[in-house]
């Protein structure tokens, strides 16, 4: 930050938390913010907004009734991303969320992220089964209607395929956003049955110590889980933020791994072998494993790592000299809960505390912001969050010394976010 | 285990008023309907390393190279060489100086996975529409363009998963992390 600049914020009075315009927090708290546009009101400076205030038209005339199944305004233009289609891949592939234009810490289930391996299933409820067998001292098969009967349980979780933010371990992709670079975590109330219930039902024999989950779409996808992960916390999830899975997440019935790498929570989930040892499918040999710059690759590399990513102001997006914003993101961590969020506009030379907006739970999406004033000069945005468990973030640079080039899977590191004298944002390395 | 006599000490410890919300852990209903493994020979396709779960049957390469040329070869070529670098099923070596190519022969560290996969996802556009005994065909073909089994060397549940992967070594189980 310049001389000049640390001035005008004195003169502005404005309470610094960290070099290069981020202020304290209090000004977030005081502020009246205008919905949920980018730059903070001017209020704060105490001018006269000028604005013209009179009765819109629409709150003259009556608007259309109820509707069946609500959508969204027209005004917010939410969607997902996805790649092309690969002729080679029917109905595989991925699409992203769209975080910079999300607030809060819930995902709209029409806007979760998705990875197929063989497209979506087209599943009658009616048709599908749940069968449990293997090491167990009775093989059960249970259909849909009777499993709405049980108990159930409700947990606010993130869900991230482990490949989330791959690309920034290769460098490149300048005009990436916060939604092509780390739309691949979503977060959700999953509602279901622990898993434990049902494996408890069948009786799980002494010599288990694997379960194998296989899902009912065309590529049958499964995943060795391990049997104290599936008795611990595993749900079987039959609704998404109230409503039934949309099929895109496994209707009728996923598993949910908290915390885990998102692809152990098979979608569709039809066949559940108790087993000794590990199947060693597909997805958990030749994909979803981590070589290492030794060329060793790590396998069963399951809890997802502590992350953040701003999502606002990020990639594509620009900001205006003097104004104030609210840069805002969001933390989550597979180890526990995000126990602080720091933010550097000084591409981590100095770094001031966010303020955590959303509850801290465990294993979930936490919205966190701090207001900046941006002087005019070149900046460079990061968060950096801790979890509960002690866990920082790491930067870029720590990521490949540790791990390599080669993987592509579980990169938590740190987002820098270039802003240059335009005020253009944009993907940088530093 | 937290106990009500805990629970009670741990008020009183922090001058809370008792008010306990009682949330004891209900009977889960049982309604799984009793099968035997029998009843799931066509419903469980899982073939392990093991072998154990194998079906019947059995194939070489020779028979393969047919099946793999109509099923196979639009995404894999006639000789697995792909139409990209996800659809390569031969070469690379894990020791290259640049990011290595990773395929059947140079990453997979099972046999069985070979098999396995092929029955339950491929081909990509009609999958599980080969029979156990082309499963066995293709999986050979695919092992042999990778110079692990010879052209008429049969396959089938004792031998398949026995065929040993040159990266059998190459990975470190992270599963105690959880």
């Not at chain 1, 499993?147 to 606010?156: C, D, G, H, R, T």
């Not at chain 1, 779409?217 to 995943?223: E, V």
């Not at chain 2, 099923?89 to 020791?95: A, R, T």
Request: net charge neutral; with cysteine; glycine share 10%.
């Amino acid at each position: 930050m310049t001389k000049s600049s640390k001035d005008q914020n004195k003169r502005l009075n404005l309470d610094m938390a960290a070099a290069n315009g981020l202020l304290s927090r209090r000004h977030l708290l005081n502020a009246a913010l205008g919905g949920a546009g980018l730059a903070m009101s001017q209020s704060l400076l105490g001018q006269e907004a000028g604005v013209k205030l009179e009765i819109p038209a629409w709150s003259k005339t009556p608007g259309p009734g109820t509707s069946p199944y609500g959508k969204t305004s027209a005004h917010a233009k939410l969607e997902r991303q996805s790649g092309f289609d690969n002729p080679f891949y029917p109905g595989g592939g991925a699409s992203r969320s769209p975080l910079q234009h999300l607030q809060g810490t819930i995902t709209p289930n029409s806007l979760h992220f998705e990875r197929h391996h063989a497209g979506v299933p087209a599943i009658d409820p009616d048709g599908h089964k749940l069968v449990i067998h293997g090491l167990v001292r009775q093989p059960l098969v249970f259909n849909y209607e009777d499993l709405l009967k049980y108990q159930m349980v409700s947990k606010i979780h993130f869900l991230e395929c482990s490949g989330n933010s791959g690309a920034l371990l290769y460098g490149g992709n300048p005009d990436g956003t916060a939604q092509s670079l780390h739309g691949l975590v979503s977060c959700a109330e999953w509602t279901g049955i622990p898993l434990s219930a049902l494996l408890g039902e069948a009786g799980v024999l002494p010599e288990a110590r694997w379960i194998a989950a296989v899902g009912a779409d065309a590529a049958s996808m499964g995943r060795s889980i391990p049997l104290d992960k599936a008795m611990d916390d595993s749900l079987l999830a039959l609704f998404q933020n109230g409503e039934p899975v949309r099929p895109e997440q496994g209707y009728p019935m996923r598993l949910f791994n908290p915390g885990w790498e998102g692809n152990t929570s098979v979608k569709w989930l039809t066949q559940i072998k108790v087993t000794r040892n590990p199947l060693q499918f597909r997805d958990e040999t030749s994909k979803y494993t981590d070589t290492m710059p030794d060329r060793k690759s790590l396998q069963f590399t399951f809890p997802m790592e502590v992350k953040s990513v701003i999502t606002s102001p990020s990639g594509q997006m620009s900001v205006t000299q003097g104004s104030i914003y609210r840069v805002t993101g969001i933390a989550w961590s597979g180890a526990g809960s995000i126990r602080r969020v720091e933010v550097s506009a000084d591409g981590g030379q100095t770094w001031g505390d966010a303020l955590v907006e959303s509850q801290q739970l465990d294993r979930a999406l936490v919205r966190f912001s701090i207001p900046w004033r941006w002087d005019g000069s070149p900046a460079v945005l990061q968060s950096r969050a801790t979890d509960s468990a002690g866990n920082v973030q790491p930067t870029r640079n720590s990521v490949i010394a540790a791990k390599g080039t080669i993987n592509r899977y579980h990169n938590p590191c740190i987002q820098s976010w270039g802003v240059n004298t335009a005020g253009e944002v944009t993907n940088v390395y530093v | 285990m937290f106990t009500f006599r805990r629970l009670l000490k741990t008020c009183a410890l922090f001058g809370c008023s008792v008010t306990v919300l009682v949330s004891t852990a209900q009977e889960q209903v049982k309604l799984g309907q009793a099968i035997t493994e029998a009843s799931l020979a066509e419903f469980d396709l899982i073939a392990e390393p093991s072998g154990i779960s194998f079906p019947a049957g059995s194939g070489t390469a020779r028979q393969g190279k047919i099946i793999f040329e109509n099923r196979c070869s639009v995404c894999h070529g006639s000789n697995g060489e792909g139409n990209s670098a996800a659809t390569v099923l031969v070469g690379g070596d894990m020791k290259s100086l640049d990011s290595p190519l990773r395929t059947v022969g140079s990453y997979w560290p099972y046999s069985s996975t070979v098999f396995d996969f092929i029955r339950r996802a491929m081909p990509a556009n009609a999958p599980k529409s080969l029979t156990d005994e082309e499963t066995y065909q293709v999986a050979a073909y695919v092992l042999y363009l990778n110079g692990l089994v010879a052209e008429d060397e049969i396959m089938d549940a004792k031998t398949l998963p026995q065929v040993r992967m040159p990266n059998a070594e190459g990975f470190i189980d992270q599963s105690h992390i959880q």
